[in-house]
């Protein structure tokens, strides 16, 4: 069965400090990864994608993931943290055989001034 | 482009109401998602929908939930009647299909209080 862990809930930065996201993965195909954000009563916006084609992933608004399989990783950064980046984020690895999402369960990204 | 339209937003209901969402995927999307979001947690599917096949229900709890897509285009969640451990937040999303791609594209959800 596919998982992924998302090892913090909370994680608080300064603005225009580096931002790291971590996420470790289970899944016994190669995996297609995903990195969603979700800001207060809004719906998940995808911010990238690892589909095999490159270990690093870049994605929008200044976001990266790099996957390693060594490590079963697959962590979010950002160099430079913005105040709109405070949101919620969601890692998910797809099931290769059913499409089924199975998502983290979150964590909470707050950037202070 | 128009992303996945959700309506209402917001729905607030006693216990034992019915209660009812509605979905419009995006253009050409031929696969369509049900998803609950309690607080705190990540979304959980309920039903996926490939054209108007309900291909994944297996999670959708079927004495009081029920869904339709007819034509293959939109598609309705309906609780009836709804308890109170259905406060919650339901998303719609919908992709190409399955094989094509597997990425999914979400609507802004429901968030539904029951009382």
Redesign the interface.
């Given at each position: 069965a596919q998982s992924v862990t998302q090892l913090d809930s909370h994680v608080s930065v300064s603005e225009g400090t580096p931002v790291l996201l971590r996420c470790n993965y289970s899944s016994s195909y190669s995996p297609s990864l995903f990195w969603y954000v979700q800001h207060p009563n809004k719906g998940l916006q995808l911010l990238l994608k690892y589909t095999s084609a490159a270990t690093l992933v870049k994605g929008i608004n200044g976001f990266e993931a790099e996957f390693k399989k060594s490590e079963t990783s697959f962590h979010l950064t950002k160099p430079s943290a913005h105040m709109s980046d405070a949101a919620e984020y969601f890692c998910v690895v797809s099931d290769v055989e059913t499409y089924k999402y199975i998502f983290g369960t979150g964590t909470r990204l707050k950037v202070l001034a | 482009e128009a992303?996945?339209v959700q309506s209402p937003r917001y729905k607030i209901i006693e216990k034992k109401q019915p209660v009812a969402f509605w979905c419009n995927p995006i253009s050409g999307h031929n696969?369509l998602y049900w998803y609950r979001q309690n607080l705190?947690?990540?979304?959980?599917?309920l039903i996926?929908y490939e054209n108007e096949e309900a291909v994944?229900d297996s999670q959708l709890p079927k004495d009081r939930f029920s869904a339709e897509r007819l034509k293959g285009v939109d598609s309705t969640l309906k609780i009836q009647p709804a308890e109170l451990g259905d406060s919650a937040v339901y998303?719609c999303?919908s992709s190409l299909p399955?094989?094509v791609t597997?990425?999914?594209?979400?609507?802004?959800?429901t968030?539904l209080t029951v009382l």
């Open positions: - | 992303g996945v696969t705190g947690q990540g979304p959980e599917l996926r994944d998303l999303a399955s094989g597997d990425t999914q594209y979400f609507g802004p959800g968030r």
